[in-house]
């Protein structure tokens, strides 16, 4: 097993505008290999999160490091280790595919830029459009383009920007595939995305940011647990309500619901503890149609976690 | 300073600018008038008899310091405004670079190009001096290429001595140096300001200062209150040389990255 190593690290980022605050007393470390779904409505600070870790704006106060060198004091060596696509694509639009990144190539310092440029346009289907100038490209392909462009020196870290949030099904799926292969060789990777799904797909661990603060970090499973608990859904023959007493009856069920034909049953861990209710609701002639752990949507975490630092804050 | 990335962004910025024809195109009218201008002059002037340039009374004070070289007066004439079409010519190459200079930074900005670019490991140094290497390359190149035509007409059509004065030293020193000198200072005034203003007609119309003090010298020069020669040249061109690595510096320490990333929509 390798040794975890802490490739980003945030200690108490603070970033104010004037008297706005766009992130307060951000604490975060990424280890190394690890996809770090960032998530949070607009104008929650994922952008000025995204801009602090790479050294493009400076703190009001704290400090952040990637791969152990501080982003402000070593700037330079620090982007010379990371990728960025940003939250608009950037790209020179008077410039083909191929003067885009060639710029960026020749700024980097890239070997075999050509052979390197060729492979992630063919990666990224880009490569039939490689002529055409950025500009006349659909905003699919020019979202594709910019991810190239950032991948094209082979940054150990990549902070991502909402890669997929232009792009139909098809490009999408490629990016992801992209974002996945990029996981399994051990690149550190920080997606900020609307996209809860992709964020529930792709990332090891997600932090919700929520007016500046980050509210919530955990695995996407680790925040269902955490707001919900965690339940067993038993879907029956017949109406739930006639078998919800048996299983108010069992010591570790802590709440049971039953709606129509599903009886809820929350308990701190159903995969030692659904073959006792499936064996008490038998016991009292419940015919059991399916036994399943409870799974909601990261859409839903996330929606009801802001929800419930709304009402919290009124 | 790293030379390789200075190289990208200079690259770069040539290939940028030969996909703007339409800069080309602007920064080619000013010079060809004056060319147009002043070869229209010398044939006008030329085919003027003589005796239209016998003059009553006093010699105009302008054309004392010819006289005194023992020149006709018409080719004294000839000289004069040959000198001065010249001197409009150097103080155009100082206006041309703002143009492209300003749009090397705003039309970044507008482009939303610029967030990409600094989150690269390439020094603001390398950025701007890239920036402003490229932005002088058209302005020098027209005003080198009318210096020629200007030349080419004068030989095809004026006298020898005209010809000379139009070549002596002073003249082609200071289009080879103190022009592109000039225009260092032109395009890095309007980068500086454009790094802080989101309108390229504020950077030109700041930079448009900076003729100015050229404009006093050349006048100063024309009404023979002082006499330019390749002293003078070389003076300007040690000054220059310093304004300019003041100016690369203020404009380093001008170009705030965060500032064009945060409050530039």
């Known amino acids: 097993m390798l040794p975890i190593v802490t490739v980003i690290r945030a200690e108490k980022l603070t970033k104010r505008f004037g008297d706005h605050v766009a992130l307060l007393d951000l604490d975060l470390d990424v280890p190394e290999g690890e996809v770090f779904g960032l998530l949070g409505p607009n104008g929650a600070g994922k952008t000025t999160a995204l801009r602090l870790l790479t050294g493009l704006v400076a703190p009001t106060s704290g400090r952040a490091e990637i791969a152990g060198a501080n982003v402000q004091a070593d700037a330079q060596s620090v982007r010379e280790r990371i990728g960025l696509l940003t939250e608009t694509p950037g790209l020179y639009p008077r410039l083909d595919s191929i003067e885009n990144l060639t710029f960026f190539a020749d700024i980097f310092g890239v070997e075999n830029a050509s052979t390197k440029i060729e492979g992630l346009l063919k990666r990224l289907e880009l490569w039939d459009r490689r002529k055409v100038a950025a500009g006349a490209l659909s905003k699919g392909m020019r979202q594709k383009l910019a991810l190239a462009r950032a991948l094209l020196h082979d940054p150990k870290v990549v902070f991502l920007d909402e890669p997929t949030s232009a792009l139909d099904p098809a ?21 900020c995305t609307h996209n809860l799904d992709e964020a529930d797909r792709l990332a090891d661990r997600v932090g919700v940011l929520r007016k500046g603060r980050l509210v919530h970090v955990g695995t996407p499973t680790e925040l269902r647990h955490r707001l919900y608990g965690r339940a067993t859904v038993v879907l029956l023959a017949d109406d739930a309500e006639k078998f919800a007493g048996a299983a108010r009856g069992l010591a570790f069920a802590t709440e049971v619901r039953a709606s129509g034909r599903t009886l809820r049953i929350a308990n701190d861990d159903p995969d030692v503890h659904n073959p006792e209710i499936v064996r008490a609701l038998v016991a009292v002639g419940a015919n059991v149609i399916e036994v399943k752990g409870e799974t909601k949507a990261l859409e839903d975490v996330y929606l009801d976690l802001l929800g419930e630092k709304d009402e919290a804050a009124t | 300073m790293n030379r390789r990335r200075l190289f990208a962004v200079i690259r770069h910025e040539l290939l940028e600018l030969s996909r703007s024809r339409i800069i080309f195109l602007t920064m080619a009218i000013v010079p060809s008038v004056l060319v147009l201008v002043a070869l229209l002059t010398e044939q006008a002037i030329l085919a ?61 900005k507008v482009e939303r190009t610029l967030e990409p670019v ?66 260092v200072t032109s395009a890095l005034t309007s980068i500086a300001v454009s790094s802080r203003v989101n309108d390229p007609r504020t950077a030109q119309g700041l930079a448009g200062f900076l003729v100015i003090p050229l404009l006093g010298m050349g ?47």
């Open chain 2, 48 to 108: 003027t008899p003589d005796a239209a340039f016998r003059f009553e009374g006093a010699m105009p004070a302008l054309l004392e310091r010819y006289w005194s070289e023992g020149l006709d007066p018409k080719t004294a004439v000839l000289i004069l405004l040959n000198e001065q079409f010249l001197t409009m010519l150097l103080i155009v190459a100082t206006a041309l670079p703002s143009t492209v200079a300003s749009h090397a930074v705003i039309g970044e």
């Open chain 2, 118 to 183: 600094l989150a690269t490991p390439v020094a603001t140094v390398e950025l701007l001096l890239g920036k402003t290497i490229v932005s002088i390359v058209p302005g020098v190149v027209f005003t080198w290429i009318s210096y020629g035509a200007v030349l080419a007409g004068f030989m095809y059509m004026s006298p020898e001595v005209v010809v000379a004065s139009a070549t002596r030293p002073v003249w082609p020193l200071a289009f080879a140096l103190l022009a592109p000198l000039v225009a």
């Open chain 2, 219 to 265: 006048i100063s020069a024309l009404l023979g209150a002082i006499t330019i020669d390749v002293s003078w040249v070389f003076w300007g061109v040690a000054l220059m040389t310093a304004i300019d690595a003041a100016l690369l510096a203020i404009a380093v320490r001008l170009f705030s990255r965060e500032t064009i990333l945060t409050r530039w929509r």
């Open chain 1, 171 to 191: 490009s999408a799926k490629v990016v992801r595939a992209l974002i996945a292969e990029l996981k399994t060789e051990r690149r550190t990777i920080v997606l």
